[in-house]
């Protein structure tokens, strides 16, 4: 059994397709799911400003605070 702390992600996202975000920004992403991917709201809007903060921070393993 891994351990999922020791999962890396797998495939490159477009912000745009996973996000919904003009942007052409990509971010290290998992190809499956787990049991703590809650399903996706397709009603749900993302705020472009503070997720593509939150991504920029992430994809390039800078601390992002929340």
Known sequence: MTDSLDLQPDRQLAVREGFGIDS???????????????EID????????VTLAILVGFSRDRRVMV
């Open 42 to 49: 397709s009603a749900y809007r993302f705020n472009p400003d």
């Open 24 to 38: 052409d920004l990509t971010v290290p992403a998992f190809s499956e799911c787990d049991a703590h991917v809650p």
